[in-house]
């Protein structure tokens, strides 16, 4: 078949791979010739994921999945003989900023400090799809006091 240049600018009659290797290079390309939403399978590596998710955060079609850490206080609150907490005497909440969500998402966190009966307890009702309001306990304060929280919110994407 001959390749034939139409007045519109398509060219036919090329088959796939009608191109010889190293034919085409980077000086070849204009600038931004090429976007993300062209690359193929593969093509992407470790560089294009850390700049995807050096915010925290990644989109991928209608989902968003954002995480994070920080250490908490060194000071947590006691609820001393307040019945009114049960299951933990130690407590401390937190605010935590988040993006690129429709509405609230799911949360989940875990504290790394060894203490068996330290754990994420709700996020309070005040949460949105901006603003995560998380809270942790454990029955004596070092198992919360200094120690340090991974979290992840996973919903739909803004």
Known sequence: MAITINGNGTITGISVGGLPDGVVD??????????????????????????????????????????????????????????????????FNTTLNISGFAALPAFSASIDSGYHEAYFASVHENSSASQILPFFCAHRSGGIANQPIYWAATGIAS
């Open 26 to 91: 980077n000086g070849t390309l204009a600038d931004n010739a090429v976007n993300s939403n062209q690359i193929v399978n593969g093509a992407v590596g470790a560089a294009e994921i850390a700049n995807l998710v050096s915010s925290g955060g990644i989109t991928i079609g209608g989902l968003r999945i954002q995480t994070g850490s920080f250490t908490s206080p060194s000071s947590v609150s006691d609820v001393g003989s307040n019945d009114a907490y049960p299951g933990a005497r130690y407590y």
